[in-house]
């Protein structure tokens, strides 16, 4: 046996149960929500029965595909089909991303030997950019990451022809994944192959704008591309822009200092830096900060770029005595790794912290079990994801009673799920405090169930 070929699987055979466990874990602790599990959930579920991806929960017929371009969820719908729920999809995407692992492993090991190659196959699991992003309900990006791993990795080894090849389905993941397919094209031809980065860049441009300019508006209820607006000119100096305020830089530095910096050594580097420009050229402040999912594909293409920034250091480090093939630099990323996720989503897992419940949420279920399946149910954005699997599910407070007219925005929903308490999404508390009053008085709603701080309330007209 290869221990060389082996060890890379084995890395992501340890990682992806770890990820489902995180995953798995916080949805059964009413943890996850509807924005945005539920509504992955919904487009699946249609997809699995041969449908449009119609998802309630962003209104009364919307089609996701007019919110963003990921047909790439139709794989899922085989083994939906077979394991209909949430649990589907979470696990699904721990398996995509641990699978990120094996060519970025395998790189480590061709650069540091196989004990290097293992720890830092390790600290790349590990990463923190990985972890919220499995810790984050679930996101098309997941699919993009062990894609984007595997044409990175190929970049490294100058093998431009598979790189392009890895690349290239990532236009089916998402539209702006167009923008890494282009940086691509861009690097291959910067390193000599003029054709094939040429002609990478303009299919990539061209899918881009078709996808953004005509498919999605063509698909979405209001005829438009609805975040177009993120990255419009605010006015000012450019440079400002993409440098302040301060949060970016941190952003850069926690994203780098797991490889000690020496992505910085290398040409891969601009991969990530054509990505981070355009983030942090949005608007949003949001998207300016690690965690969630959006840091999930910058970490194969800057843990890359560090290894073979260690690849062009390894020859200086060789004239010292008794160090070895790069283990100890491995190490240091690995520390590094360790420090900033010591109280991350796996560390919870691995302690047991994680799984340690009150028993509320079994409360929850039981009180959600009196909602029939097959229903139309509004659900507060916390409970919708535990409806999704056998309900269809709008957000609440957006919903018309039967026999209204539903109408964009507001599909009709014979019972109501919600929290005593809620939360400030989607609107103000006060405004939901308001509407749920008004469906009690005079709107035919009746509370059939209650517990554990949730409610459940059904049309009964008269």
């Given at each position: ?68 371009f990921s047909p790439v969820l139709a ?119 003029r054709r094939l980065g040429a002609v ?94 959006y840091d999930a594909v910058l970490v ?163």
């Open positions: 046996m290869d221990f060389r070929r082996v060890l890379p699987w084995s890395v992501a055979a340890l990682f992806a149960p770890l990820y489902a466990a995180v995953s798995l874990t916080r949805h059964a602790r009413l943890e996850s929500s509807g924005f945005d599990l539920g509504i992955f959930e919904e487009a699946v579920r249609a997809y699995s029965r041969l449908e449009a991806p119609v998802v309630a929960l962003k209104g009364t017929g919307f089609n996701l595909l007019g919110d963003h794989v899922l719908a085989p083994f939906y089909r077979l394991w209909p729920g949430p649990g589907t999809l979470l696990v699904a995407q721990a398996v995509l991303v641990a699978l990120s692992a094996v060519p970025v492993t395998a790189y480590a090991v061709r650069v540091l030997g196989p004990a290097g190659g293992a720890v830092a196959g390790v600290a790349y699991g590990l990463s923190a950019g990985l972890q919220s992003a499995v810790a984050f309900d679930f996101h098309e990006v997941a699919f993009a990451v062990p894609l984007a791993a595997a044409a990175v990795v190929a970049l490294a080894r100058e093998r431009y022809g598979p790189a392009v090849a890895w690349a290239l389905p990532l236009l089916l993941v998402k539209e702006d994944q167009a923008l890494l397919v282009a940086a691509v094209g861009g690097y291959v031809w910067w390193r000599g192959r990478t860049v303009l299919v990539a441009v061209a899918a881009g704008l078709l996808v953004t300019l005509v498919v999605i508006p063509a698909v979405n209820p209001g005829g438009e591309y609805t975040y177009a607006h993120m990255g419009e000119p605010d006015g000012g100096n450019p440079v400002v822009r993409l440098l302040f305020p301060a949060v970016k830089a941190l952003t850069v530095l926690l994203l780098l200092a797991p490889t000690l910096l020496l992505a910085l050594r290398s040409p891969l580097v601009l991969l990530a830096g054509v990505l981070l420009a355009a983030r942090f050229w949005v608007v949003n402040p949001a998207f300016w900060r690690t965690g969630q999912h194969p293409l800057l843990c890359t770029a560090g290894l073979h920034g260690v690849g062009l250091l390894l020859p200086r480090l060789g004239r010292l005595p008794r160090l070895g093939r790069g283990l100890p630099v491995a190490a240091g990323m690995l520390a590094v790794t360790v420090a900033l996720t010591a109280t991350g989503p796996v560390a919870g897992v691995l302690s047991g912290d994680a799984r340690r419940g009150d028993g509320r949420a079994a409360q929850v279920r039981r009180v959600l079990a009196v909602v029939p399946d097959g229903a139309r149910v509004a659900a507060a954005n916390r409970l919708a994801p535990q409806l999704t699997g056998r309900c269809t599910v709008s957000l609440f407070p957006y919903l018309t009673p039967p026999g209204g007219a539903g109408g964009w925005g507001r599909p009709v929903a014979e019972w109501v799920a919600v929290l005593e308490e809620p939360d400030a999404f989607p609107v103000p508390v006060a405004e939901q405090r308001r509407f749920l009053a008004g469906l009690v008085d005079g709107g035919g709603y009746r509370r059939v169930a209650d517990g554990a701080g949730v409610a459940v309330y059904h049309w009964q007209p008269g």
